[in-house]
């Protein structure tokens, strides 16, 4: 059987990586990319890529350029390119974006609205 298809990143690629001991409550804003292990709880945003690892729960509030979920995700995602959620994931919520990959394997409940990209 293969392994699910998270995004393999290469994490010395990543900007910044909340590891997966690690718990943040509270709002952030960044640039490029971020991955999170741990757990965050709040509000994010960014003009770059958001990566909730496979470890990762996150109930969140976000706008993204991109958004990649292979671990558990409840609340809110606008990106304004793409998300994507990855086998074995677990998303709740409402997302709002033009581009939408939902890999065979995990689970989403919520809603979606598709937009034209800008």
Not at 87 to 114: A, Q, R, Y
């Amino acid at each position: 059987m293969a392994e699910p298809k998270e995004l393999l990143e290469d994490e010395n690629k990543i900007d910044t990586v909340i590891a997966d001991d690690i718990t943040f409550k509270g709002n952030l804003k960044f640039k490029n990319s971020l991955k999170i292990k741990g757990s965050l709880e709040g509000k994010i945003e960014t003009d770059g890529l958001l990566i909730v690892g496979r470890e990762a729960k996150v109930s969140a509030d976000v706008r993204a350029s991109e958004v990649n979920v292979s671990g558990v995700f409840s609340g809110k995602i606008k990106a304004s390119k793409k998300i994507e959620l990855f086998k074995k994931s677990k998303t709740s919520g409402d997302l709002v974006t033009p581009e939408l990959n939902i890999e065979s394997g995990s689970v989403f409940n919520g809603t979606c609205i598709m937009e034209d990209k800008n």
